[in-house]
């Protein structure tokens, strides 16, 4: 069963728009949320994330919101550019003590191509 | 700061070869350490973490095997690879925290083709 879900296995953007990238979630005990860009034969590089006390949080380009009640997230770029193509992971996790706080659970990832 | 070395890059090896990945962190001590599978068509699934030296726990049951001989290094193996165990092969480390956001940090990875 998988617990974290990025239903869109790819998507194409103008360079300069906006692009969003989407992810749901069913295990209610995640309470922070990251997402992840992967070139290919690249490990993924922390980007961003949120705990679950909030509803957004911003970094520049790139701005995470959370929906707790419709277990969502998503991730705007804006303006995207060429240099945003990659694979994108959403991941959760639950940051209580114990054996749990260890693990993150990914999505299969989104592949932004961003066309200039 | 903090640096994280996995190798080889690249694996081509037969089935029913052993096969050893290695994994070292640099600039940090007591990480926990993590090793991530990424099959064709998959996400990233968690395969093995460790919190501590000869502390390993197992996610995903089957032929492989990890250890950590040391403080920074993380090792996983398998006696008899299969065609199954082809993929891409990621290494991560974070903060030894017993609470709070688990933010990881993941090595260059290491493509394994088992023919």
């Known amino acids: 069963d998988q617990q974290v879900k990025q239903n869109s296995p790819s998507l194409s953007v103008q360079e300069g728009r906006i692009s969003i990238l989407n992810c749901d979630y069913t295990?209610?005990?995640?309470?922070?949320f990251l997402w992840y860009k992967k070139y290919p034969a690249e490990g993924p590089t922390f980007l961003i994330s949120?705990?679950?006390?909030?509803d957004k949080n911003e970094d520049g380009r790139f701005t995470v919101f959370l929906n707790k009640s419709a277990k969502h997230l998503s991730l705007h770029i804006v303006p995207s550019q060429p240099g945003d193509s990659a694979v994108y992971f959403c991941?959760?996790?639950?940051?209580?003590?114990?054996?749990?706080?260890?693990?993150?659970?990914f999505g299969k990832g989104t592949k932004l191509s961003v066309i200039p | 700061s903090q640096t994280i070395h996995q190798w080889p890059a690249t694996l081509v090896q037969p089935v029913g070869s052993p096969l050893s990945l290695e994994c070292t962190v640099e600039?940090?001590?007591?990480?926990?350490l993590y090793w991530y599978r990424q099959a064709a068509g998959r996400g990233l699934q968690l395969l093995f973490y460790?919190?501590?030296?000869?502390?390993i726990s197992s996610e995903v049951p089957q032929n492989l095997s990890a250890s950590r001989p040391q403080d920074r290094q993380f090792i996983l193996s398998s006696k008899k690879l299969l065609l199954s165990d082809s993929g891409f092969y990621l290494c991560?480390?974070?903060?030894?925290?017993?609470?709070?956001?688990?933010?990881?940090?993941f090595g260059a990875g290491s493509r394994l083709t088992v023919l």
């Open positions: 991560a480390w974070s903060v030894g925290l017993n609470s709070g956001a688990n933010v990881l940090t």
């Open positions: 295990n209610s005990m995640f309470d922070y």
């Open positions: 949120i705990s679950s006390i909030k």
């Open positions: 991941a959760a996790g639950v940051s209580d003590s114990g054996a749990g706080s260890y693990q993150l659970t």
């Open positions: 600039g940090t001590s007591n990480p926990n």
């Open positions: 460790s919190v501590g030296i000869g502390q």
